[in-house]
Structure formats: structure tokens, C-alpha cells
């Protein structure tokens, strides 16, 4: 660790192996996982079924680079363009990259349609990634600070609010985009209601810009849909993936669809290692798996089995604000700050995390049961009456 470089506030504990919704650590400690690796485990940890086809993979070929042909790479986009009703698939390898092909898409769009000076509608708490644009997209003072001059082009309005964005229309003739997370993650598991996609969906079609769903942490089946817009029946114009969709294997993508779909031509965009041979093939069993196994129906029931059970377990507890989530994304807000909550946590074997400062954050993997479920409720619900009767 000394010479790792000091951009996390690491907990004082390393994982030596795991097994389904469950991790030891090298002191032979065992943890109930319902966090999944920031919602990147999505078939939890040493899957029989990802494990072989990796492990086989591997020993026929790891990478050939974009300068040739990708049978695997073929296959997923073809899968992705199904479920999600899209057009094409550009692979890279981390959110953030998705992220900035979508918005780089966005421009290349405003451009041909003679805008000048693009720019992008965002929403305050979003959160994007953590290169220069995507950092400038997101709606994290915390983030940004220190980072200045940030990249111009966007411009910010509050979640939920289409009058803003509507506003924005009539007098901001730059606007060529609007970038949503349909559950806004690192903001504290806010969902973006029906009415408001479908407005969204209707101005941008009205105005000529793309819609732009960061699906990142949501998309891959956890909201209990292979994608967050499902639930509200529209079609994007640009969806960017990454976290689950490789099971743990680092990828990324972003679809386009319509009039965003074409833009890019060779030299337009790239990526060395996106969509490369291991990559596609964990993703591709990934997908397979969930298909097979019905997951997308359990996050369905296993997530309610959840929220219900905090509900129930934390009913009259002063200093509990929400119980909010889609799926196996969940976040319980509190009336305080509670990071200390991931301490403690472990100190009972459950892996947590908490964000925005007073949402305790839940991300299990897809593959969690309802035993296990009821065991995360039987130690998050105590853990946090505890807390709130101690402040």
C-alpha cells in the first residue's frame, strides 16, 4: 500500500476470496456482500459458469486491439442492440469512457446540425465520472473542486424538474443534449419519475437533441429491467453501460440509436483495450446467465423483500427519512450524516456503503437470495436503530 497512490479513503481490510453473496478476508473473517463491488459483481463472486469461460478465454486469446475483427465483440453488441432496442455499440472500459463517447456523440451531433458551441443539459447530483468532462457534467462541487477550469458546455438544472429544462429550451439555442442517470447512484438512489422521461423524451424530440441515459451503475438488470428507461417505456438516443456488464471483468459501452446512430466514422472515436476478447466474453456470459437463471425477476423480488423489511423493521424510528430504490438499488436515507454506518457494519460481516453523506447505499449482486435477504435486514435494520438511538 505504501506506494499506491492515496485517492481513496481505503477501509482497513483486504478480501482473499469469495463465494456466491459472500467474501472472507485474509483473517478468515466472512461478510455478507450488498454491495457487489459498487454494483460490478453482478453474479456475486467465483461463478462456476463466469469463472470457466474466462479461464477459457484466457488461454485461447486475451486481446488482438480494434484493428481487427472481434467475433465476441460482434455478438455482444448484436445482444445489446436487442435488449436495449438499439442501434450500434461502441466498447471501452469504465463509465466514465461510455460516458465521454456519449458526449462526445452529443457534440459531434450539435456540429453537424451547425451549432458552434454545443452544449448538454445535466442535472444537479448527478454524477458522471471522474475525467475532465465527465467530471464537468457531474453535479458534485466535492468532485469538481481543485479541478478548475472545468470543460464548458453544459449546463445544470435541478432532477425531476422539466420546467427548468423546458425553460432552458426556449432561450438557450446551444442545447443539442440532455444527459440523465435514470437512478442517480452517488446522489443517493434518486429515481427519475416516469412523467419526467417521457417529457424529456417528447422536448428532446421537439428540439432535434439526443437524449443521453447514463445507465452505468443502474442498467445490466438491477432496477429488475435489463435497462433503467424501460419502466418508462422510451427509447434514448444514447445509453452508456459499464460496472455489471462484465461481471466483474472491466468494459464499458454506449449505444446509440436513431439520429444518433452512424455519427462515428474510423478516427472518430477509439479505445486499445474496449470490447477486447475477455471483456466481450464476460459480458456475453454475464448476460447469458441472468437469462438463464430468471435474475432479472428475483431482483424484482428480492429488492422488495428488502425494502419491505426495512420498512417494517425501522417502522417509528426517529431519523429515518426514506426507504427508496428499484430493483436490488436501494438507499435508506437518514436526517444525519451515518458514513460511520460502513464501519460498523463490518464489524458485524456485512459490506455496505453510504452515499451523499446520509444514504446507506445497497447494491447486491443479482444472484442474492431471499434468505440472504432477510439476513441483510436482520443486521442493516439493527445496525441503524442503534446508531439513531446513540446521536
Given at each position: 500500500?505504501?506506494?499506491?497512490?492515496?485517492?481513496?479513503?481505503?477501509?482497513?481490510?483486504?478480501?482473499?476470496?469469495?463465494?456466491?453473496?459472500?467474501?472472507?478476508?485474509?483473517?478468515?473473517?466472512?461478510?455478507?456482500?450488498?454491495?457487489?463491488?459498487?454494483?460490478?459483481?453482478?453474479?456475486?463472486?467465483?461463478?462456476?459458469?463466469?469463472?470457466?469461460?474466462?479461464?477459457?478465454?484466457?488461454?485461447?486469446?486475451?486481446?488482438s486491439s480494434n484493428l481487427y475483427?472481434?467475433?465476441?465483440?460482434?455478438?455482444?453488441?448484436?445482444?445489446?442492440?436487442?435488449?436495449?432496442?438499439?442501434?450500434?455499440?461502441?466498447?471501452?472500459?469504465?463509465?466514465?469512457?461510455?460516458n465521454e463517447a456519449a458526449i462526445?456523440?452529443?457534440?459531434?451531433?450539435?456540429?453537424?446540425?451547425?451549432?458552434?458551441?454545443?452544449?448538454?443539459?445535466?442535472?444537479?447530483?448527478?454524477?458522471?465520472?471522474?475525467?475532465?468532462?465527465?467530471?464537468?457534467?457531474?453535479?458534485?462541487?466535492?468532485?469538481?473542486?481543485?479541478?478548475?477550469?472545468?470543460?464548458?458546455?453544459?449546463?445544470?438544472?435541478?432532477?425531476?424538474?422539466?420546467?427548468?429544462?423546458?425553460?432552458?429550451?426556449?432561450?438557450?439555442?446551444?442545447?443539442?443534449?440532455?444527459?440523465?442517470?435514470?437512478?442517480?447512484?452517488?446522489?443517493?438512489?434518486?429515481?427519475?419519475?416516469?412523467?419526467?422521461?417521457?417529457?424529456?423524451?417528447?422536448?428532446?424530440?421537439?428540439?432535434?437533441?439526443?437524449?443521453?441515459?447514463?445507465?452505468?451503475?443502474?442498467?445490466?438488470?438491477?432496477?429488475?429491467?435489463?435497462?433503467?428507461?424501460?419502466?418508462?417505456?422510451?427509447?434514448?438516443?444514447?445509453?452508456?453501460?459499464?460496472?455489471?456488464?462484465?461481471?466483474?471483468?472491466?468494459?464499458?459501452?454506449?449505444?446509440?440509436?436513431?439520429?444518433?446512430?452512424?455519427?462515428?466514422?474510423?478516427?472518430?472515436?477509439?479505445?486499445?483495450?474496449?470490447?477486447?476478447?475477455?471483456?466481450?466474453?464476460?459480458?456475453?456470459?454475464?448476460?447469458?446467465?441472468?437469462?438463464?437463471?430468471?435474475?432479472?425477476?428475483?431482483?424484482?423480488?428480492?429488492?422488495?423483500?428488502?425494502?419491505?423489511?426495512?420498512?417494517?423493521?425501522?417502522?417509528?424510528?426517529?431519523?429515518?427519512?426514506?426507504?427508496?430504490?428499484?430493483?436490488?438499488?436501494?438507499?435508506?436515507?437518514?436526517?444525519?450524516?451515518?458514513?460511520?454506518?460502513?464501519?460498523?457494519?463490518?464489524?458485524?460481516?456485512?459490506?455496505?456503503?453510504?452515499?451523499?453523506?446520509?444514504?446507506?447505499?445497497?447494491?447486491?449482486?443479482?444472484?442474492?437470495?431471499?434468505?440472504?435477504?432477510?439476513?441483510?435486514?436482520?443486521?442493516?435494520?439493527?445496525?441503524i436503530g442503534d446508531f439513531l438511538?446513540?446521536?
Open positions: 500500500m505504501s506506494h499506491v497512490m492515496n485517492t481513496y479513503a481505503r477501509l482497513p481490510i483486504a478480501f482473499s476470496h469469495g463465494d456466491g453473496s459472500w467474501v472472507t478476508d485474509t483473517e478468515g473473517k466472512c461478510y455478507l456482500d450488498a454491495l457487489a463491488g459498487i454494483a460490478v459483481s453482478t453474479l456475486g463472486h467465483n461463478h462456476p459458469v463466469l469463472v470457466a469461460a474466462i479461464a477459457a478465454q484466457a488461454g485461447r486469446l486475451l486481446h475483427r472481434i467475433p465476441q465483440q460482434e455478438q455482444l453488441a448484436d445482444k445489446l442492440a436487442e435488449l436495449a432496442g438499439m442501434d450500434e455499440v461502441f466498447f471501452c472500459n469504465s463509465g466514465c469512457e461510455a462526445k456523440l452529443a457534440r459531434f451531433h450539435g456540429h453537424r446540425q451547425g451549432v458552434e458551441r454545443p452544449a448538454i443539459v445535466v442535472m444537479e447530483k448527478a454524477f458522471h465520472g471522474r475525467t475532465m468532462a465527465t467530471l464537468s457534467a457531474t453535479g458534485n462541487r466535492k468532485a469538481q473542486a481543485g479541478f478548475e477550469p472545468l470543460v464548458s458546455g453544459f449546463v445544470r438544472v435541478p432532477y425531476n424538474d422539466l420546467e427548468a429544462i423546458q425553460a432552458i429550451a426556449r432561450t438557450n439555442h446551444n442545447v443539442v443534449a440532455v444527459m440523465l442517470e435514470i437512478i442517480q447512484g452517488e446522489g443517493g438512489i434518486n429515481i427519475a419519475d416516469v412523467d419526467f422521461q417521457r417529457g424529456l423524451r417528447a422536448l428532446c424530440d421537439e428540439k432535434g437533441w439526443l437524449l443521453i441515459c447514463d445507465e452505468v451503475q443502474c442498467g445490466t438488470g438491477r432496477t429488475g429491467s435489463w435497462f433503467g428507461f424501460q419502466h418508462s417505456g422510451i427509447r434514448p438516443d444514447v445509453v452508456t453501460l459499464a460496472k455489471g456488464l462484465g461481471g466483474g471483468v472491466p468494459i464499458g459501452a454506449c449505444l446509440a440509436a436513431g439520429k444518433a446512430a452512424g455519427l462515428f466514422k474510423p478516427g472518430k472515436h477509439g479505445s486499445t483495450f474496449g470490447g477486447n476478447q475477455l471483456a466481450t466474453t464476460a459480458a456475453l456470459t454475464t448476460i447469458a446467465v441472468i437469462e438463464e437463471n430468471g435474475l432479472i425477476d428475483s431482483a424484482v423480488a428480492v429488492g422488495r423483500l428488502i425494502r419491505e423489511g426495512l420498512a417494517q423493521s425501522l417502522a417509528g424510528c426517529a431519523g429515518v427519512v426514506d426507504i427508496r430504490g428499484q430493483g436490488l438499488m436501494i438507499g435508506i436515507e437518514l436526517d444525519r450524516p451515518c458514513g460511520e454506518l460502513v464501519s460498523r457494519a463490518l464489524d458485524v460481516g456485512l459490506l455496505i456503503n453510504v452515499t451523499a453523506d446520509k444514504v446507506v447505499r445497497l447494491l447486491p449482486p443479482l444472484t442474492f437470495s431471499a434468505d440472504e435477504a432477510r439476513e441483510l435486514v436482520s443486521r442493516l435494520a439493527a445496525l438511538a446513540t446521536r
